[in-house]
């Protein structure tokens, strides 16, 4: 099955500088990869997806990269705001909606 | 956005019991729903899809007879842990999708499950 590895676990910035969180997957068939933001005791939130026709795709201060010959994708948030603050999870999915995350990366963004 | 709704919250049973969670899409017709299972600071684990009418698909080392999932209609289903001992306390959330492949996936709130 996929195996979808994320990169880091931890991540402070300060205010107002930019986040990079990084994935890879195992999957070559896989061809959709949302990100989800997760707040403490709450449910995950999509923020920004990505299929695999596409090599990358902008929302406001958040971006998305992928690199389908190297089985990365990764998440960019420009201007980092406190309310940033949560746990990221990146997907992969290789069809039929089963979606396997990543470890997660709880960004923390200092003011 | 689409509205998923997991029932209970929390719930705390006593080792040995069972213990059913609801899923219910709000206001959508939910092809597929997804359950997974989240430990204390860690990622998301699918453990089953089910698709409405049809037997769920459980995912490597998941116990299909301890985690019974039934997905009766479009709108609804529901996940029974059977059986339950201390080390099932988890946080389970599911998600829903309506339609095509690869589409934004709507989360439950979660439960909370303590066995006590």
């Known amino acids: 099955g996929e195996n979808v590895e994320q990169h880091p676990s931890t991540l402070s910035v300060q205010e107002g500088d930019s986040a990079v969180i990084k994935c890879t997957y195992s999957?070559?068939?896989?061809?959709?990869f949302p990100w989800y933001k997760q707040e403490l005791g709450k449910r995950p939130q999509l923020i920004i997806d990505?299929?695999?026709?596409?090599g990358e795709k902008k929302d406001q201060r958040i971006a998305v990269t992928l690199n389908k010959t190297a089985k990365h994708f990764s998440l960019h948030i420009t201007e980092t705001q406190p309310e940033d603050s949560a746990v990221y999870f990146c997907?992969?999915?290789?069809?039929?909606?089963?979606?396997?995350f990543g470890t997660g990366t709880r960004l923390t963004v200092i003011p | 956005g689409a509205v998923v709704s997991q029932h209970p919250s929390r719930v705390i049973c006593k080792s040995g019991t069972s213990v059913k969670i609801e899923c219910r899409s709000l206001?959508?017709?939910?092809?597929?729903m997804f359950w997974y299972r989240q430990f204390p600071k860690k990622s998301l684990m699918l453990m089953a899809t089910?698709?409405?009418?049809?037997?769920?698909?459980?995912e490597q080392g998941v116990e299909k007879d301890k985690f019974l999932i039934n997905h009766a209609s479009l709108t609804l289903s529901t996940l029974t842990v059977t059986s339950a001992h201390p080390e099932d306390s988890s946080f389970y959330i599911c998600?829903?999708?309506?339609?095509?492949?690869?589409?934004?996936?709507?989360f439950g709130q979660g439960t909370r499950l303590t066995v006590v």
């Open positions: 206001d959508f017709q939910a092809t597929t």
């Open positions: 998600s829903a999708v309506e339609g095509a492949m690869d589409t934004e996936a709507f």
């Open positions: 089910s698709n409405e009418g049809s037997k769920a698909t459980y």
């Open positions: 990505i299929r695999s026709n596409v």
């Open positions: 999957d070559s068939a896989s061809n959709y």
């Open positions: 997907a992969a999915s290789a069809g039929a909606n089963n979606l396997f």
